[in-house]
T-cell receptor
């Protein structure tokens, strides 16, 4: 089955700086790559996604890049703010089963 | 539009008991998926329902089962509870049919926190 690796597990950045989280996957048939943000006591919230026919997608301060050849994709958050502090999960849809998730990145925004 | 709702939000059960969790998808969404979230294993796919039929199933024992009703609401059941079943159970809904030519967004509810003692 699909295997997703996510790095780093914890990321601490100064407020206003950028944060980058990276994921790699194993199944070349995977065609959908969403990112979720999970705050304490809440369910995962879809923040951005990208499909296999697109290399980059941006939504205000958030962007995702996809390299299908290398089988990796990344989340970029610019001008980080305190409310960006949360756990971020990458996920992959291999086309048949449900989403396969990475282990998560705890993003800490230092004031 | 209201989001995905799950009831109850918290449950405490004893080993050997069974439990039923409920999920109401976003209005108009016909696909419901269930996931288990634990600190050790992370988020793991349980099963997916569409039009009252189970379309996909993850690698969980038969003690975990589910169903979907004609109004798209879904329930999942865990029988003969074990300590290791303690987890956050998440439901996600989507408006696309599983296996569609293009991938689909899934929106999660707040989850049901199950504690087995």
């Amino acid at each position: 089955g699909e295997n997703v690796e996510q790095h780093p597990s914890t990321l601490s950045v100064q407020e206003g700086d950028s944060a980058v989280i990276k994921c790699t996957y194993s199944d070349s048939a995977s065609n959908y790559f969403p990112w979720y943000k999970q705050e304490l006591g809440k369910g995962p919230q879809l923040i951005i996604d990208i499909r296999s026919n697109v290399g980059e997608k941006k939504d205000q301060r958030i962007a995702v890049t996809l390299n299908k050849t290398a089988k990796h994709f990344s989340l970029h958050i610019t001008e980080t703010q305190p409310e960006d502090s949360a756990v971020y999960f990458c996920a992959v849809h291999p086309g048949a089963d449900g989403l396969t998730f990475g282990k998560g990145t705890h993003l800490i925004i230092q004031p | 539009k209201a989001g995905v709702t799950q009831t109850p939000r918290y449950l405490i059960k004893t080993r050997g008991q069974q439990v039923t969790l409920s999920c109401s998808p976003i209005s108009g969404h016909r696909s419901v998926s269930w996931y288990q979230q634990t600190p050790g294993q992370g988020l793991q796919f349980l099963f997916e329902y569409f039009s009252e039929t189970q379309r996909n199933k993850g690698n969980f024992p038969g003690r975990f089962s589910g169903r979907q009703f004609s109004n798209s609401r879904s329930e999942m059941n865990v029988s003969t509870l074990e300590l290791g079943d303690s987890a956050l159970y998440l439901c996600a809904s989507s408006f696309r049919e599983p296996g569609a030519a293009f991938a689909y967004e899934q929106y999660f509810g707040p989850g049901t926190r199950l504690t087995v003692t």
